[in-house]
Nanobody
Framework: VQLQASGGGLVQVGGSLRLSCTVS????????MVWYRQAPGSQQREFVA????????DYAESAKGRFTASSDVAKLTMFLHMENMRVEDTAVYSC?????????WGKGTQVTVSS
């Protein structure tokens, strides 16, 4: 099973960006998909948002009202639409998927918000 995150880039403060995370190599769709981020100089990975296979979403306080998690019909691709972005959103965003109690991780995608 592999996860591929994409969609990162450079955006100005107040701008928007949409990230994608696609699962491949699995016969089953994930029960849960999660976005995390790690800010420059930080050794901690921070929870950002998650979505279940029944489309239940959860968000970090910093993401509420600005970020929206969604998935495609097949539940193999998760999206993170980010709006009204802030400098402090700058980080490497990575995704994880839980399939039958096994968690898989993908490589991150860099998001940079400039002022």
């Amino acid at each position: 099973v592999q996860l591929q995150a994409s969609g990162g880039g450079l955006v100005q403060v107040g701008g928007s960006l949409r990230l994608s995370c696609t699962v491949s190599g699995s016969m089953m769709s994930p029960d849960l998909m999660v976005w995390y981020r790690q800010a420059p100089g930080s050794q901690q990975r921070e929870f950002v948002a998650s979505i279940t296979d029944s489309d239940k979403t959860d968000y970090a306080e910093s993401a509420k009202g600005r970020f929206t998690a969604s998935s495609d019909v097949a539940k193999l691709t998760m999206f993170l639409h980010m709006e009204n972005m802030r400098v402090e959103d700058t980080a490497v965003y990575s995704c994880a998927a839980s399939i039958r109690r096994t968690t898989y991780w993908g490589k991150g995608t860099q998001v940079t918000v400039s002022s």
